[in-house]
Every structure is written in C-alpha cells, then in structure tokens.
Nanobody, 115 residues
Framework: QVQVVESGGGLVEPGGSLRLSCAVS????????WAWYRQAPGKEREFVAA???????NYADSVKGRFTISRDNAENTVYLQMNSLKPEDTAVYYC?????????WGKGTLVTVSS
C-alpha cells in the first residue's frame, strides 16, 4: 500500500516562508513524477509545481520565482519551499506521486497566509 504524507503547513504572515514536505512509502516502483497541487476554499484543485525523475521542473505561473520544488531520492521525499507568500496562496496543499502503476495522493496540509 503506497502512502503519501504531507507536512509543514501552518499559519504565516504575508511575505513569509514555509517549507512543505511529502514522504512516500510502500512504493515498489520508483516515483517518476512528484507534484504539488493546491485547493483554495470554494475553488478547484490546481497545479502548483512538479519535478520529474530526470530532474526537470515545472511551475504554475502564479508561483514562479517564489516557490521551489526539490527532492531527496534517498529519503523518497519531495519538498516545496515557498517564499514571499501571499494571502492568495492560502489553500490545502496536496502531494501527488506517480509511479509505473498508479497515481497517489496525500490528504493535504493547510497553508494559511494572513496577518
């Protein structure tokens, strides 16, 4: 059973930073794509960032230059460093891990940007 667990969310003031973590366990296959999505209250889930097995990354335009996705292969963990946070970044952030046989989601971690 593949498990995906996010952590690191919390309350931060505008302009602040947070680092989210996502750990995957139980996967018999290597993770090919790691991605972060988010869902704000009353809105649909949207793509934030992804990192591929070859190291390439993609970002939503709304977070480019502020967020950085990285991974630790040895720990089967991916990170999302979020800087210069804005109130509109408030959302539940979900981690998605894709391997050769499936796509797996965590339960999410809440990020609230407010003064």
């Amino acid at each position: 059973q593949v498990q995906v667990v996010e952590s690191g969310g919390g309350l931060v003031e505008p302009g602040g930073s947070l680092r989210l973590s996502c750990a995957v366990s139980g996967s018999r296959f290597s993770i090919n794509v790691w991605a972060w999505y988010r869902q704000a209250p009353g809105k649909e889930r949207e793509f934030v960032a992804a990192i591929h097995s070859g190291g390439g990354t993609n970002y939503a335009d709304s977070v480019k230059g502020r967020f950085t996705i990285s991974r630790d292969n040895a720990e089967n963990t991916v990170y999302l460093q979020m800087n210069s946070l804005k109130p509109e970044d408030t959302a539940v952030y979900y981690c998605n891990a894709v391997n050769a046989v499936g796509s797996y989601w965590g339960k999410g971690t809440l990020v609230t940007v407010s003064s």
